[in-house]
């Protein structure tokens, strides 16, 4: 099974981006899928989780402007960003886990402008 990730890009600050995340392959169960990201020097840090029953959870630093959901009959997550800032720049990852495992996305870049 692998992720695929994709919708990044450069938006200026207020804007908006949307970002899916798609499990091909194999299909399990995921459990919690979720967003990270980690910005040039700075450790990788969750951004949004949400479980299988859509019980979401979000950093502080981005609660009220993104919204993370998924479908399930897809095995896919998305993270809608909005009022983004230039502080939200960063390569975003997805992440799932299931049945004792967790899978990684490959990266997709988020750059906004000030």
């Known amino acids: 099974v692998q992720l695929q990730a994709s919708g990044g890009g450069l938006v200026q600050a207020g804007g908006s981006l949307g970002l899916s995340c798609a499990a091909s392959?194999?299909?399990?169960?995921?459990?919690?899928m979720g967003w990270y990201r980690q910005a040039p020097g700075k450790q990788r840090e969750l951004v949004a989780l949400i479980s299988r029953s859509r019980t979401a959870r979000y950093a502080d630093s981005v609660k009220g402007r993104f919204t993370i959901s998924r479908d399930n009959a897809k095995n896919t997550v998305y993270l809608q960003m909005n009022s983004l800032k230039p502080e939200d720049t960063a390569v975003y990852y997805c992440?799932?886990?299931?049945?004792?495992?967790?899978?990684w996305g490959q990266g997709t870049q988020v750059t906004v402008s000030s």
């Open positions: 392959g194999r299909q399990y169960v995921f459990n919690d």
């Open positions: 992440h799932v886990n299931y049945i004792g495992s967790e899978l």
